[in-house]
C-alpha cells in the first residue's frame, strides 16, 4: 500500500482541477488560506504542496 502526503495530495487535486477546466490558463491560483481552508491542512503543508507542484510543472 502506498501512501501519499497531505501535500502530494494536494498537488494531485490541483492538477485535476486544472485537467478538468476548473482552473485555466492564466487563472489564478486560490491563496494559502482558500487552500488551507478548502482542504483542511496547515497552511506550511500547503506551501510545500506549492513548491511541489512549482518544480515539477
Known sequence: MF????YQQLVSAV???????VLKKG???PSI????????ISRITIGKGICLFLNNR
Do not use: A
Open 3 to 6: 501512501y501519499y502526503t497531505k
Open 15 to 21: 492538477l485535476n482541477t486544472i485537467k478538468h477546466g
Open 27 to 29: 487563472d489564478v491560483m
Open 33 to 40: 488560506n482558500e487552500l488551507s481552508f478548502e482542504y483542511e
